[in-house]
């Protein structure tokens, strides 16, 4: 049984730019959530997709966005990048929107 | 809102000595609460949750209402416990997990 994967481990981009982080969520698991963790914090919870749709929303602006696609893996955008947006971004997938929550190894964003 | 706090950034243990972890939350409905742990160089993992009410690895953790707290055990620690944990929280029927800061725990030889 493969794990959750995330794509690209690492990234650097500059401010005002557009990122697309991607994750193959494992299988069997119809629900993808993702997380940002800023150094020395611990995660916090962007939104969650299940079954396509989204299914919650944290307290993030609307240049995150994002996608789960039919096979239920997913992309998160962040449009107009700030420095603040430097980061650790996790994807955790589930079997359903309530079940154990499988985490990724994230993928670090850095914005110059 | 909830919230979720651990007073402890840092913490050291002797081998063998006893472990706890402080973990209180702020929420007014029925909380769902867990406990992750990420060890060096590994992705962030589920210890345990407290409806299931097992013991993983030594450690148990017992909600009290209470005292709106949620605090991780161990009698014994050990070598391998050196890790970052996170306490967390969950609204039943909810999908957003909101997380502590994280105490990274350190068991000394």
């Known amino acids: 049984e493969t794990g959750v994967t995330q794509s690209p481990t690492h990234l650097i981009k500059t401010r005002g730019q557009q990122v697309t982080l991607r994750c193959s969520s494992q299988s069997g698991h119809n629900t993808v959530s993702w997380y940002q963790q800023a150094l020395g914090q611990g995660p916090q919870f962007i939104f969650q997709?299940?079954?396509?749709?989204?299914?919650g929303r944290g307290n993030f602006p609307p240049r995150f966005s994002g996608l789960q696609f039919p096979n239920y893996s997913s992309e998160l955008n962040v449009n107009a990048l700030e420095l603040d947006d430097s980061a650790l971004y996790l994807c955790?997938?589930?079997?359903?929107?309530?079940?154990?929550?499988?985490f990724g190894p994230g993928t670090r964003l850095l914005v110059l | 809102a909830q919230r979720v706090t651990q007073p402890e950034k840092l913490l050291s243990v002797f081998k063998g000595a006893p472990v706890e972890l402080k973990c209180n939350y702020s929420y007014s409905g029925s909380p769902e609460l867990f406990w992750y742990v990420q060890y060096s160089r590994q992705r962030l993992q589920l210890l345990l949750r407290?409806?299931s009410r097992e013991s993983i690895k030594g450690f148990t953790a017992d909600l009290n209402k209470g005292e709106t707290s949620f605090h991780l055990k161990k009698p014994f620690a050990q070598e391998e416990d050196s890790a970052m944990y996170y306490c967390a929280l969950r609204d039943f029927g909810n999908e957003k997990l909101t997380f502590g800061t994280g105490t990274r725990l350190t068991i000394i030889p």
């Open positions: 955790a997938s589930s079997q359903n929107r309530e079940e154990t929550q499988y």
């Open positions: 407290h409806i």
């Open positions: 997709y299940y079954r396509e749709e989204e299914n």
